[in-house]
């Protein structure tokens, strides 16, 4: 049974940073991508960030391209999400996610229908 476990949410003023993390290192030949989505209350699932876990491509959503930053650490199948310049509007509930999307388009990668495998959420919330 694949497990992802998150960590790293908190609390911070905008213009701050937060990372986080998520493990799963037992059942890596279930998925080939791993991904951040978030929801914020009263909206729906958002993709943020997505890697391939094969050559390490990544895909961003407009609305946090140039300030988020996913990546991998293969040996430990530890996905990152590094946040930089946080804004009041990127507070939400962060969820990992892994699968095998069925397309590598952006809106396949960072659709949540396309991952099997979901964390349990971590919170991160900015203030301004």
């Known amino acids: 049974q694949v497990q992802l476990v998150e960590s790293g949410g908190g609390s911070v003023q905008a213009g701050g940073s937060l990372r986080l993390s998520c493990a799963e290192s037992?059942?890596?030949?279930?998925?080939?991508?791993m991904a951040w989505f978030r929801q914020a209350p009263g909206k729906e699932r958002e993709g943020v960030a997505a890697?391939?876990?094969?050559?390490?491509?990544?895909t961003y959503a407009d609305s946090v391209k140039g300030r988020f930053t996913i990546s991998l650490d293969n040996a430990e199948m530890t996905v990152y999400l590094q946040m930089n310049s946080l804004k009041p509007e990127d507070t939400a509930l962060y969820y990992c996610?892994?699968?095998?999307?069925?397309?590598?388009?952006?809106?396949?990668?960072?659709?949540?229908?396309?991952?099997?495998?979901w964390g349990q959420g971590t919170q991160v919330t900015v203030s301004s």
């Open positions: 037992r059942y890596t030949d279930k998925f080939n991508y």
């Open positions: 890697i391939y876990t094969g050559n390490l491509d990544t």
């Open positions: 996610a892994a699968g095998r999307p069925m397309y590598g388009g952006r809106a396949s990668l960072l659709s949540g229908s396309e991952y099997k495998y």
